[in-house]
């Protein structure tokens, strides 16, 4: 139990360390692309600070199979130079046992990104409509629960974004030169086809002239928002979307004859994201096991990260490839996934057959 505490705790803080160093760098590139937009509107160099650091969350979780890879590699690296490894080996413990530890040092990370995903991506989200409201002329026009904006005589109310996606329950008040409503149109939800042009569905109109209403109800109907132009009103990323929130809008695509591929496939993507977890942490055990008793752990962090880049590439690639030949998102991202669970079962049992 205490060798299984000491090489875990190894591992975690190999986990950290990357971690933190991962983040630095993508924390520093993002500060660079945001630096010329300094200046936009109310968009300093405070806000730029400020939108990185929000963002930084959810970037971590993108990277986390790099940060298990690599992580893994670096924590058992460390024993190679001290020979506890071949020390462990020499007491009787089969690489399985080792690759057992880093596992369960996976295990923990799992247990870690869980409720980093539940909060990562609403943050993301808070953090992208900060940027947009400092950077627009028209403020926050799409604020997660009801949202105002002006231009003139003409006032329009968004009360949600449904699925984080989708305006709904939008209401636009025009009034005439004496200040009195003229006309008044509300929506059930809005799909947004450019950034200037919405498509408003279940509709309702009202108009008055003087003591007389007119009532019309219409099915769908082009609507032109009253915002700059020059306003970033775009839907929400991918990436910032929960669960719920992928699973709600690949629904709604479907229903309306949409092409739903993308967001099912991110949703599997993320569901089975612990398995990938598990198969980087073993693969990372293995490429440490493979190498000489005596050797330093270097090499193997640098041939790490060339893994860690091709897996990437490799996951994203078939992944995408088999969601273009028609295959169903949850087969598109299991195949790589799976295919990645043989890889590293393979590595493991190679470095069974004793260091090389």
Do not use: K
């Not at 670096?74 to 130079?81: A, D, E, P, V, Y």
């Not at 007119?214 to 669960?243: C, G, K, N, Y």
């Not at 008793?293 to 590439?313: D, F, N, T, W």
């Amino acid at each position: 139990m205490i060798v299984a505490r000491y090489f875990v705790s190894a591992v975690l803080r190999g986990y950290l360390i990357v971690a933190l160093a991962l983040l630095a760098l993508f924390g520093l590139f993002a500060v660079m692309d945001e630096a010329g937009d300094i200046g936009t509107a109310r968009y300093t160099a405070s806000d730029a600070l400020v939108f990185v650091a929000m963002s930084l969350p959810a970037t971590l979780l993108d990277l986390v199979p790099f940060v298990i890879l690599l992580g893994t590699i670096f924590g058992f690296s460390g024993f190679l130079r001290t020979q506890e490894l071949l020390a462990l080996r020499t007491a009787g413990l089969s690489v399985i046992g080792i690759a057992g530890l880093a596992m369960a040092a996976a295990l923990v990370a799992t247990c870690l990104v869980v409720p980093l995903e539940i909060s990562a991506r609403p943050l993301l989200q808070q953090a992208i409509l900060f940027r947009t409201s400092e950077r627009s002329p028209d403020g926050n026009l799409l604020a997660r629960e009801g949202s105002w904006i002006t231009r003139g005589d003409t006032f329009v109310y968004v009360g949600a974004l449904t699925g984080g996606q989708r305006p709904s329950r939008v209401g636009i008040f025009e009034f005439d030169d004496q200040l009195e409503l003229r006309r008044f149109t509300h929506a059930a939800e809005a799909e947004i086809q450019h950034n200037d042009l919405w498509r408003l569905r279940d509709i309702e109109i009202r108009t008055m002239e003087g003591d007389r209403q007119q009532h019309e109800s219409v099915a769908e109907l082009d609507w032109r928002p009253i915002w700059s132009p020059a306003t970033l009103l775009q839907e929400f990323p991918i990436a910032s979307l929960s669960m719920s929130e992928l699973r709600q809008h690949a629904a709604f695509l479907e229903a309306t004859d949409g092409s739903s591929t993308a967001h099912a496939v991110e949703f599997w993507r993320r569901a089975l994201g612990p398995l990938s977890i598990f198969a980087f942490a073993l693969l990372g055990a293995a490429l440490v096991l493979s190498v000489r008793p005596r050797s330093g752990g270097g090499l193997v962090i640098v041939i790490g990260v060339a893994v860690a880049i091709a897996l990437y590439l490799f996951q994203q690639i078939s992944t995408n490839a088999a969601a273009l030949a028609g295959a169903p998102p949850p087969v598109a991202v299991a195949l790589p996934t799976g295919l990645l669970v043989v890889l590293a079962g393979a590595a493991a049992r190679r470095a069974n057959q004793g260091p090389r």
